[in-house]
């Protein structure tokens, strides 16, 4: 190397040290990579291994233990396809799951559009209670439900067609919050078109705003299956006795006791079926709104979850 | 058939459903803890106000003030709640600030991850946990291996080793891991709305990192912030399992807890539904709040 470059380098590095010696404040920030790396792994760590867990092959429910599918299907008093209470939990909880599903999603749809539109006497209050719900703790909510069904209610009582009705009433919230962000993205000019062509407000509803809101109708039907299926503290409040337990009371019930990995089981089979309703809603509604401006279809999936804490 | 009634004939079915299972049912619990009980300990609810009976909700009011047998609850409760959301901002914040501003390529995956939680059931979150820190668990032998237990103990917030055995630090540990998801969507969705222009002007006018961050982002982000806290705290207020999986001593029990216990243990639904009351109208001014901001969010969405 001669002289000359030597130089050179050196009064380059020279001009560029006040710059970079202390690096670029403005540049990303390693710290926050790594905080947020970190908080990830403890996030998703202990849910990943407790599904590791239920493929053991021991019957240890706290270690590593080989590979099995015994805990799944393979033992037969002691597996989730084997122990009737653990199979009539997952049966339960998807029996629920499909009721919810089928009554939330079309009075959602309709709550949503009508206080969409509805701008007479009573449209504000309506708005807060249909809202109120979201952010209402679930205590309080399942103590209300509890305490009508043993009163006022009794005729319907305590047990499946209650904690159906109970899934329902905090769902349907969401499939309004759905629809509604959804309605306001398709905006008014289609339908006030073809009211101005002579459509009558049904036909308008049926053949214009249905198909528009095809994909979020897709996502409420399949997100009202994941609240359900999720659900804890409803379903306690308004179970029955043994055959109206569902998947997470099963969990929640035997945590702390008889330990076996048939348990991790039955809630990786629980989280299996929440995570294919979710992927589904994804790619249903990336489908049918393809070609439409937008962010990120994950962040508007996102912004659905701006409810409570279930 | 007008067209302005059509579309409050299409909200009715919904909101006579909503009317009767979320309005009636907790008018239900005002008029059980404003009832009686039978000769049985049953609840009497009392459906005209007229009728109204305070001596529960009296009897109520009298055991969550000082000196009354459930203070302790109450101050344990707030504590409670008043960590882990201390723990779900200093955790949430630069995790939602990151995801929002500085993840770049890998945005798409972050987010997803952040989600993610949201999706697993809250139970089995806490029943991973319970696997992870029993006495042979993952996480009570790298807590023991890094020395974090006898940490702990010498600062006075673990009583012996066991995690599960009655902890109040476990507990409150418990409920940010578990609700801090819920913190960061909204926090996210508010920071990712600040105008990237905003903070290179303030760079640009010679701020240096620092100062734009607690003089432009964070002010920016203050009703992101309180939104997202409220929205946390609200569902602890009434959490009783995450203590009955993480703990299950009454020495950690929180408000929840309580309720829980008079309403579907005992014989005192009466005054357990007087507690839902007074629990209700201290969360209602946080709750309208919540739903003020979320509309206001909806509105500056569809302007």
Known sequence: MSAAAAEQGATAAAAERPRFSLGNPWSKPRWLTGITWVYILWSLLPVLLAIRVAFNEGRSRTSIDGWSLKWFFGDSNFSVFGDPTLQDA????????????????????????????????GSGPSNVVALLPLVTPELVFAVGLFLLFTTLLSTIGLGTTAQAIGHVTFSMSFVVVIVRGRLVTIGPDVEEAAADLGAPPLAVIWRILLPLLAPAIAASLLIVFALSIDDFVVSQYLASGAETTTVPMRIYAQARGAPLPSLNALATLMLLFTLLALVLAYGVFRFMTRGEKRGSAIEQIASIDSGGGR | ??????????????????????????????????????????????????????????????????????????????????????????????????????????????VVLLILPFWISYIMRMFAWTNLLAPDGYGSKILSALSIDSLFSSLGLLDGTDWLGGQGITVIIALTY???????????????????????????????????????????????????????????????????????????????????????????KVLGSAITILLSAVLLVFMLYYLRTLRRQQGAEAA
């Open chain 2, 1 to 110: 058939m007008t067209r302005r009634r059509i579309w409050g004939l299409l909200a009715a079915p919904g909101m006579a459903w909503l009317g009767l299972f979320f309005v009636v049912a907790f008018y239900a619990v005002i008029s059980v803890g404003l009832g009686n009980v039978n000769s049985l300990y049953q609840p009497v609810p009392h459906w005209n106000p007229l009728t109204w009976n305070v001596g529960y909700l009296t009897e109520a009011i009298q055991s969550v003030i000082p000196g009354g047998q459930n203070w302790p609850v109450v101050v344990r409760t707030v504590i409670y709640i008043a960590a882990a959301i201390i723990g779900a901002l200093l955790i949430g914040y630069p995790v939602a600030y990151y995801a929002s501003r500085h993840a770049g390529r890998w945005r798409g995956l972050v």
């Open chain 2, 178 to 268: 578990g609700y801090v998801p819920f913190f960061i969507l909204p926090l996210f969705a508010s920071l990712d709305r600040i105008d990237q222009r905003v903070i290179e002007a303030a760079r640009d006018l010679g701020a240096p990192p620092p100062s734009s961050f607690w003089r432009v982002i964070l002010p920016m982000s203050k009703p992101g912030i309180l939104a997202g806290l409220v929205l946390v705290a609200l569902p602890m207020a009434g959490d009783y399992y995450t203590q009955t999986l993480m703990s299950g001593s009454p020495s950690t029990s929180m408000i929840g807890n309580t309720i829980n216990n008079y309403i579907q243990g005992g014989p005192d």
């Open chain 1, 90 to 121: 997952l049966t339960h909880s998807l029996l629920l799951a499909g009721l919810a599903m089928l009554i939330a999603t079309p009075l959602g749809i309709m709550l949503a559009i009508g206080l969409q539109r509805w701008r007479g006497r």
